[in-house]
């Protein structure tokens, strides 16, 4: 067994459990905290992935950025807590698992239907080149410098309609 | 030994499904909201797995750019979150139905 395995195995437990952690707690902030694990560890899978630099974004925008704001709102509004699974129309919650075990069953029979491992293997050299800051950098501002500026845009266009939205009175 | 394409395709497939699970059985519009940033995160897991086993630095780019809208629509969600508790003082989307006729 390799290291790369192990840390795979790792990663992949902690990510499932805080996930599915996640979506059973009733308390909001005990959600959002775990899914703060639950992107900490796809990190780590980033890194095993050779994708350095999405793996430290991931750190700093999502689970830095990005969460501390959903904690804000949460701790800003506090909302009630909710109904335990069952308590609360159990019959729709059993058809909701149902339909997500459903969509799982389909995408797994489409990956080893189609045995992609068949055609695909990894070039460690091209797979680590692929992933620096420098290559996506180059790429970033030479090949993609329109989408780049458009994204930029984006979210100004984000940041002044939250502006708007969360105004205290809509003229 | 190498880890197969596979484990990391059914591993994204495993926590879109939570994510599916989530939006469905949620009650609270913010926590919907965390469930469809984990579905996000594992469509991000995909493409990074392509793009590793591929070369190919186009998926790391994708997720970038997906990283950015993922924040303007955090911003423009939860601002949509808090006007609707200023005016209706719940966030439960079952008492949220004034579409509904």
Known sequence: MSLEFILFTVFSAVSLSSAILMVTRINPVISALFLVVNFASLAGLYLILN?????????????????????????LINPDLEKRFMEQKPKFKMFAVFIAVLVFVQIAYIIFFSQPSADISKELAASIQAGTIEQIGTDLFTKYVLPFEAVGYLLLAAAIGALVLAKKKLK | MQIPIEYYLILSAALFAIGVTGVLIRRNAIVVFLCIELMLNSANLTLITFASYLGSSVGHIFVFFVMAVAAAEAAVGLAIIIALFRNMQTVSIDKLNIFKW
């Open chain 1, 51 to 75: 994708a350095q630099f999405i793996a430290i974004a991931q750190v700093i925008v999502y689970a830095g950025a990005i969460m501390v704001f959903f904690l804000f709102v949460i701790m």
